[in-house]
């Protein structure tokens, strides 16, 4: 079990550049996730999906799409590069428990836009 | 929505010494509360969560108590060794919903 795998683990961009982030997993989770974790903010909720098919804005959405063909993959797009964007970027699946959403995180892709 | 305010940002302790870290949510609807441990280089991993009917879990060295009067949780690591050295996390949520989560500590245990 590789469990929730990111590619790239680094990347440099150019503002105005595009680019997608791969993250697959492989524990038959319904749920993705994307996050951004910046110095003194926590994670923040990028976009999110409860299915193939299905996807919903997280609390930071702007200048990045998602899509969900299938159960296993959930590809973060960055639609035209900004210096704002730059962050560590992690991917999660997660499934529900009785008390609450258990989350399994990638290992996290750092992005810097110049 | 919700928001959860997390105490220290950062926090070193000595090796065998205890810390502890503080967050306060503002959803009084609130009723789950999980901790993350975040080591460098490596994704957030749970490492213990509470229920709003609970007041107190442990697992070995690590307990977290709730006081949902006062809307603040708190992760105890006890004697604490040179590996729990890592960024933790608190966040709360409301019955199924996304995970809001705090702004992180940095613990650094002396040896």
């Known amino acids: 079990n590789a469990g929730v795998t990111q590619t790239p683990k680094f990347q440099v961009l150019k503002t105005g550049q595009s680019m997608t982030l791969q993250c697959a997993q492989d524990?038959?989770?319904?749920?993705m996730s994307w996050y951004r974790q910046d110095p003194g903010m926590g994670l923040r909720l990028i976009h999110y999906?409860?299915?193939?098919?299905?996807?919903d804005q997280g609390e930071v959405p702007n200048g990045y799409n998602v899509s969900r063909s299938t159960t296993e993959d959930f590809p973060l797009r960055l639609l035209s590069a900004a210096p704002s964007q730059t962050s560590v970027y992690f991917c999660?699946?997660?499934?529900?428990?009785?008390?609450?959403?258990?989350?399994?995180f990638g290992s996290g892709t750092q992005l810097s836009v110049l | 929505g919700e928001n959860v305010e997390q105490h220290p940002s950062t926090l070193s302790v000595q090796e065998g010494d205890s810390a502890v870290i503080k967050c306060t949510y503002s959803?009084?609807?609130?009723?789950?509360f999980p901790w993350y441990k975040q080591e460098l280089g490596k994704g957030p991993q749970l490492i213990i969560d509470i229920r709003s009917n609970v007041g107190e879990k442990k697992d070995q060295r690590i307990a977290v108590t709730l006081n949902k009067t006062a809307k603040h949780f708190s992760l105890h690591i006890t004697e604490t060794q040179p590996e729990d050295s890592a960024v933790y996390f608190c966040a709360a949520s409301v019955g199924n919903e996304k995970l809001t989560f705090g702004t992180g500590t940095r613990l650094t245990i002396i040896p």
């Open positions: 999906s409860v299915g193939a098919g299905i996807t």
């Open positions: 524990m038959n989770h319904e749920y």
């Open positions: 999660a699946s997660s499934y529900v428990s009785p008390g609450g959403e258990k989350l399994f």
């Open positions: 959803d009084s609807a609130s009723n789950y």
